[in-house]
């Protein structure tokens, strides 16, 4: 039987990170691998509980043990996890993704990935993005293509020519990932194999990224801030179109917006982005593009970690 598991590097409530997990359970990985990038002593205590789960706080004494310096940067940390996990693993693959994304597959996950062809080393996630509104319903990823453009735009017109794909956030995915590979190491949404990028464009029908990235305007405006700092949003991101067509990355266009319409201005562009505007709904349904996703992530909690909330 082909075994998989996840890696992640985690922050948050615990709450959120016994979600994270126990969907991942009942998904029917055989391993995880958590660490948690601040201190949670009460999610430690609970996912080391489980036998599938390794969970290790990063704190100082943990990077001590690796021979090196904390990383400022959060990307770097994740990318330094990923690696030390499929380096060290039985698993036959290994995902890498974050706390607030949830893989979903139309049928078991082993089968999908006996599917592959041998010479393939990674297989790539599109993501869906969670709309606003608590329904379980996600915007379905637009593939790349001439038409693209212009179907984003019709249904967001007043901000789809600033946002790639209609996203908030990435359309690139997540990867899983054959292991056994020499020399590999990981990016946030990237392989490299002897400092050389690997292609990854394989992709496996009915296997998704249910992101819950945004999923409503309360959630978005606590982590706007961070994500403009030192997140997604962060300055120096290349634009989604290009700079003579008038294109702004997403750190400039949220300062522009910011700065002409204020917290009204913000809110405007995360009701339309996020399908909170009942025209982009409409617009979102007449292109059949709303998957419904039901995680029942509480559920999944109480019947993996009793008794732990």
């Given at each position: 039987m082909t075994t998989w598991g996840i890696v992640s590097m985690v922050r948050g409530s615990t709450r959120d990170i016994l979600r994270f997990a126990a969907h991942h359970l009942d998904l029917g990985a055989d391993y995880l691998y958590i660490y948690l990038d601040e201190p949670n002593r009460e999610a430690h205590r609970t996912l080391r509980k489980h036998p599938k789960i390794r969970a290790r706080i990063s704190d100082d004494a943990f990077w001590e043990n690796r021979k090196r310096d904390r990383p400022d940067r959060h990307q770097v940390r994740q990318t330094l996890h990923a690696t030390f996990a499929y380096r060290n693993t039985d698993l036959d693959w290994l995902a890498h993704i974050d706390v607030d994304e949830f893989l979903w597959s139309s049928k078991p996950i082993p089968d999908?990935?006996?599917?592959?062809?041998?010479?393939?080393?990674?297989?790539?996630?599109?993501?869906?993005e969670e709309m606003s509104g608590g329904e379980d319903l996600f915007k379905a990823h637009i593939p790349s293509g001439p038409d693209r453009s212009a179907i984003v735009q019709s249904i967001y017109p007043n901000y789809g020519g600033f946002v790639l794909g209609g996203f908030l956030s990435h359309v690139q995915g997540k990867l899983f990932v054959r292991t056994g590979m020499e020399k590999l190491n990981f990016r946030i949404h990237n392989l490299f194999q002897n400092k050389k990028l690997l292609p990854c464009k394989f992709e496996l029908p009915g296997l998704e990224l249910c992101h819950r990235h945004a999923p409503d305007w309360n959630h978005w405006a606590a982590h706007y801030q961070f994500r403009m700092a030192r997140g997604s949003y962060q300055p120096g991101m290349s634009p989604n179109v290009p700079r003579e067509l008038g294109g702004l990355n997403k750190n400039e266009l949220f300062n522009w917006i910011e700065t002409e319409q204020g917290q009204d201005g913000l809110r405007a562009f995360y009701d339309e982005i996020s399908g909170a505007d009942p025209g982009v709904r409409t617009r979102l349904e007449e292109y059949g593009l709303i998957r419904h996703r039901p995680l029942d992530l509480d559920a999944k909690v109480v019947k993996h970690f009793p008794g732990s909330c």
């Open positions: 999908q990935l006996q599917s592959v062809p041998a010479d393939i080393p990674a297989v790539r996630v599109r993501p869906m």
